[in-house]
């Protein structure tokens, strides 16, 4: 899918604190995050995915002003369901409609948590209908409707097949790293929505293809 350039967006508000210093609004904005982030142990996922986001923006375009919050907020939501349910509704194995339930729960509370604390800097109205509309459908939305969603949606998948992304998810879901290696595999070209993207996990999967080795094959005999 292409998608054109982001269209600039002005903002009416009168209290743009967080416009002055952005770097601090969003090291504010990931403070804010932790508490909710911290149930299921996501502010790496949070950090790693927000570093791919800007990686893509320069690459591929679309206004900060949405994507650095959204990446940043996209799982607050998942605070909102007990251990048990995160476990059922997340990773590899899931599957089924409780699966996509509990994943659903997890976008609409993840927009309405993103929601309160933009608010509470009277961040631009627009601008949160449009980040709280990605929150809402990061997982389960088959498309992308903006360029700003694409990488979100991109940044977000691109945790998996990154270095620590890869060692926290074959922990986090009882699996072992072929398991993993092949499910990326399988689902790569479907998934991104950006060239980018697609071109940031290729590069990676190589670079996990290590962990598939037996330990003598990757480390030098001295």
Do not use: C
């Not at 932790?34 to 800007?54: C, F, N, Q, T």
């Not at 949606?153 to 270095?163: H, M, N, P, Q, V």
């Amino acid at each position: 899918m292409v998608f054109g350039r982001a269209k600039k967006m002005e903002s009416n508000s009168k209290k743009e604190i967080w416009i002055k210093d952005w770097p601090r609004f969003i090291n504010r904005l990931f403070l804010d995050a932790e508490p909710y982030l911290s149930v299921r142990g996501d502010m790496p996922h949070a950090k790693v995915s927000h570093g791919y986001a800007i990686v893509l923006m320069k690459e591929e375009g679309g206004d900060q002003r949405i994507i650095e919050p959204a990446i940043i907020l996209h799982d607050v939501g998942w605070s909102r369901l007990e251990r048990q349910a995160i476990s059922a509704a997340y990773g590899v194995r899931a599957k089924g409609s409780e699966w996509r339930n509990l994943n659903r729960v997890h976008e609409e509370a993840g927009e309405a948590i993103a929601r309160e604390i933009l608010e509470g800097y009277s961040y631009d109205p627009s601008l949160i209908e449009t980040i709280a509309s990605i929150i809402r459908a990061h997982d389960s939305g088959e498309e992308a409707r903006s360029i700003e969603e694409a990488v979100v949606k991109d940044a977000d998948k691109l945790w998996r097949f990154s270095e620590i992304g890869f060692s926290v998810e074959t922990r986090r879901q009882g699996i072992s790293p072929m398991e993993l290696y092949q499910h990326l595999e399988n689902n790569r070209e479907s998934w991104f929505f950006t060239r980018t993207g697609l071109r940031l996990a290729e590069k990676e999967l190589q670079r996990r293809k290590y962990l598939l080795k037996p330990q003598k094959d990757h480390y030098p005999t001295i």
